[in-house]
């Protein structure tokens, strides 16, 4: 049986799992990779340790239940259903035979179903409604949940602000959120505490070439030439990320929109940092895309939204991103009002970290550049702006570039 009541459970299976994550870590920081000098060493540990131990009083997970090492510290349907086994083997007799990551809080999709987690991941996050926003069939409703993946944590300190909304300015605020959200404690965290979290977390990074590029950025130095040698093919998808992805995935850290192709005015003016790319569902009319359909899609929920400029707007959205949580993703951007907007990810470390996007409904890195080559041609030809198409001949060394190099 499950057993969601165990509010202590220092003796619990996983706890032993993930406490057996943590040594290699504590090895890393004493070769120097989380810093060099005793001190850098001595925080990064009490942060490893307090990242990787239940919090006290809480609901015996902590934050590496759900951000696993092995997964670029983020979760995998693979992780998930290892660990979902072993609950299920585990002799029933046995009081111990808890996992914490099986929590009703936030990790099933109705009582004792935790289809969405052991399929895709996906996690529950009851995200407030601001007061421009109701839930169309529950008008009184004062939230909304919505099912998104445990983010890779890798490059933070260029990152921020955080959340697949962008609604947590800091690291520390962030891991406040997350006791309250998914921990359950009703002890309040230290703010040494929370820096030592934060430290540790700055220090994470999903390659030794994504920590170069770093050490150089805090230096205020050029980003160094990471890539390893390319072959020919990799060369020319590199070539082709540039062109059709790199200027969303924009910057050393990635994540900065350089150009804006997708809503006039197409000079600069309006990149707006959320963006629309089609992944919750459904499509816009007009919109195919491999990664929608029965299998991927999620359930929906109607919206009313109130706009700026007067009047009200409906949508059937599986979620709506930052229209949620953010005034500024309701203007209008080029005079098209815009929803379903979401942060752009950093994209390190993103070959050990599949599925992919918020809903982790690309299974593969090729599942992803087919859905972008299906929203490129949907922007260019039905929506008539001049994003280029993206040819059935750049998928493969796109794919082959991205491989070899993040
Ligand atoms: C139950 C699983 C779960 C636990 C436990 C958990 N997280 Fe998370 N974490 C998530 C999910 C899901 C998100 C994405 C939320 C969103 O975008 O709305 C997230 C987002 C984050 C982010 C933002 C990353 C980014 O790139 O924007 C950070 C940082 C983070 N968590 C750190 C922590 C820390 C620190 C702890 C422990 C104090 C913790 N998490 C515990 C599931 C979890
Ligand atoms: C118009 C801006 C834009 C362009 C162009 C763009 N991306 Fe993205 N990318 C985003 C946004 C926004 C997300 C998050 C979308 C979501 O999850 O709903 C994202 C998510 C991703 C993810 C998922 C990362 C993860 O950790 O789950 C990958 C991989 C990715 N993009 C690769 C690419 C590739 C490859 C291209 C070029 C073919 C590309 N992107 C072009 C904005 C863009």
Same mark, same amino acid.
């Given at each position: ?152 944590? /890798? ?40 820096? /030592? ?76 940092? /959320? ?42 959205? /599986? ?88």
């Amino acid at each position: 049986m499950l057993n969601h009541q165990v509010a202590s459970n220092a003796m619990s299976t996983s706890r032993l799992s993930e406490f057996a994550l943590l040594p290699p870590i504590i090895a890393a920081i004493e070769r120097g990779e989380f810093g060099s000098t005793a001190e850098d060493k001595r925080r990064a540990t009490t942060g490893a340790t307090n990242f990787f131990a239940p919090f006290p009083g809480g609901n015996g997970r902590s934050c590496a239940t759900c951000h696993n090492p092995n997964d670029g510290y983020s979760l995998s349907p693979h992780t998930v259903e290892a660990r979902w086994r072993r609950l299920q083997e585990a002799p029933r007799t046995d009081p111990r035979a808890d996992d914490p990551l099986f929590r009703n809080i936030d990790a099933d999709d109705g009582k004792d179903d935790y289809t969405l987690l052991r399929t895709r991941a996906l996690i529950k996050v009851r995200v407030p409604l601001p007061p421009r926003v109701r839930l169309t069939d529950a008008p009184n409703a004062t939230h909304v949940t919505v099912s998104r993946a445990v983010p890779a944590l /890798s490059g933070l300190q260029f990152t921020a602000p955080y959340q697949q909304d962008r609604t947590i300015a800091t690291l520390e605020e962030q891991a406040r959120a997350a006791l309250k959200a998914h921990m359950q404690s009703s002890v309040e965290p230290t703010p040494e505490f929370l820096e /030592s979290i934060a430290y540790f977390e700055r220090q994470l990074f999903a390659n030794a070439g994504a920590r170069r590029v770093a050490a150089a950025l805090v230096e205020g130095l050029a980003a160094p030439e990471v890539d390893p040698p390319l072959t020919a093919l990799e060369k020319q998808g590199k070539e082709k990320f540039e062109l059709f992805c790199g200027k969303c995935h924009g910057g050393a850290a990635q994540v900065k929109n350089l150009e804006n192709r997708i809503f006039p005015p197409f000079d600069g003016t309006t990149n707006p940092v /959320s963006i629309n790319v089609g992944v919750s569902n459904p499509l816009p009319s007009g919109m195919t895309s491999e990664i929608h359909g029965i299998g991927f899609d999620l359930p929906t929920q109607r919206f009313t939204i109130d706009l700026p400029a007067g009047g009200s707007v409906q949508l059937l959205s /599986s979620d709506p991103g930052t229209v949620l949580t953010d005034v500024h993703a309701l203007e209008t951007v080029g005079g098209n009002q815009v929803f379903n907007r979401f942060d752009i990810p950093q994209l390190r470390g993103i070959n050990d970290t599949a599925p992919y996007f918020h809903d982790h409904r690309a299974q593969s890195l090729e599942d992803v550049v087919r859905h972008y080559q299906r929203f490129f041609a949907f922007i260019n030809e039905v929506r008539g702006f001049p994003l280029p198409k993206i040819p059935d001949e750049d998928v493969d060394p796109m794919v082959a570039y991205m491989r070899k190099v993040f």
